[in-house]
């Protein structure tokens, strides 16, 4: 049974974090290192992306969020935007079976409304088809914002008081955590970024509130299941006080 997004649960200690999210940054850098285009170091990334997977389910690890494609990066040229594009219909097409046979659950966040109609039902089928796996639920954040996210929960929200189905003094952190896109998820233990930048570039704003961070200097596409391993090792050896203590 999956948490409500904001609960506070004090694991054992050295348990290994219940949630990761993962901002996989350095595509483009790899890519320019390597002397290569950018859409190689975006197809290098998706090698990267079965590597997490695999380290998540060799690590115990139950939610693993993918920050893949932000809001913002509709704004980068079109040509990148289509490569992007094409590499998400080429990952559906070929990881869904692999994920379903891994017990692996597909869960996709963001304004998904933004992306084209033959990627929507792909998602849609995806979802489907993966939606009774229990080992490992992989979100990915599609056309996600932490802004856009927590914008239009309160819309929703103030709808519903507009409406005389709730009322003010009712609205509280289980209420509104019920209208974002990661409504059922737990909220994320440890945040990871790549490529030695330290942001979070309008992601789970919200739901980081208590989360560990790791920043990593290593680009995206050199990440591996050894990486995540190593992660996961550094989370174990922290003390996590949500502070409720001194």
């Given at each position: 049974m999956e948490s409500q997004a904001h609960s506070i649960i004090?694991?054992?200690?050295?348990?290994?974090?219940?949630?990761v999210a993962i901002i996989m940054d350095g595509n483009g850098r790899w890519a320019k290192r390597e002397g290569k285009i950018r859409a190689a170091g975006h197809r290098q990334g998706a090698e990267a992306v079965r590597e997490a997977i695999e380290g998540a389910l060799q690590n115990g690890v139950e939610y693993l969020t993918l920050y893949a494609f932000s809001s913002e990066n509709w704004n980068r040229p079109e040509e990148e935007v289509r490569d992007l594009m094409g590499l998400l219909k080429l990952y559906l097409n070929r990881e869904v079976k692999t994920m379903h046979k891994q017990n692996v659950r597909l869960r996709v966040i963001g304004r998904k409304d933004r992306l084209s109609s033959d990627i929507q039902q792909m998602i849609t089928k995806a979802e489907e088809h993966t939606k009774d796996n229990t080992r490992l639920t992989l979100v990915i954040a599609l056309s996600y914002g932490s802004r856009d996210e927590?914008?239009?929960?309160?819309?929703?929200?103030?709808?519903?008081?507009?409406?005389?189905?709730?009322?003010?003094?009712?609205?509280?952190?289980?209420?509104?955590?019920?209208?974002?896109?990661?409504?059922?998820?737990?909220?994320?233990?440890?945040?990871?970024?790549?490529?030695?930048?330290?942001?979070?570039?309008?992601?789970?704003?919200?739901?980081?509130?208590?989360?560990?961070?790791?920043?990593?200097?290593?680009?995206?596409?050199?990440?591996?299941?050894?990486?995540?391993?190593?992660?996961?090792?550094?989370?174990?050896?922290?003390?996590?006080?949500?502070?409720?203590?001194?």
């Open positions: 004090e694991e054992p200690a050295g348990a290994p974090p219940r949630h927590i914008i239009d929960a309160a819309k929703a929200l103030a709808q519903e008081v507009e409406a005389g189905a709730l009322k003010v003094d009712e609205i509280d952190e289980d209420r509104f955590t019920a209208f974002l896109s990661t409504k059922g998820l737990p909220d994320p233990d440890m945040i990871i970024r790549t490529s030695g930048e330290q942001r979070l570039s309008n992601f789970l704003l919200w739901q980081a509130a208590y989360s560990e961070f790791l920043f990593l200097d290593i680009l995206w596409p050199d990440f591996t299941k050894e990486t995540f391993a190593e992660a996961v090792s550094e989370y174990q050896g922290r003390d996590r006080r949500y502070g409720l203590r001194p």
